[in-house]
């Protein structure tokens, strides 16, 4: 795999009180392949504390 140089923003919006994502918006490359797993994970109530608990792998196909 190439190592690409490229930014990318992504910022989640959250529900004050309950920390339930409710959107997103995402910057970048490959940035349609990523918000589609986030938009299944935001079906089944999200919420920003299991963003902040869950690691990710690197490097994944869309990088």
Do not use: C, H, W
């Amino acid at each position: 795999m190439g190592e690409s140089k490229q930014e990318t923003l992504l910022k989640l919006v959250v529900e004050s009180e309950s920390e339930r994502v409710v959107g997103i918006y995402m910057l970048g490359n490959y940035a349609a392949q990523i918000i589609q797993m986030i938009a299944l994970a935001m079906k089944a109530g999200v919420t920003k504390k299991n963003f902040d608990s869950t690691i990710s792998i690197n490097p994944t196909v869309a990088e």
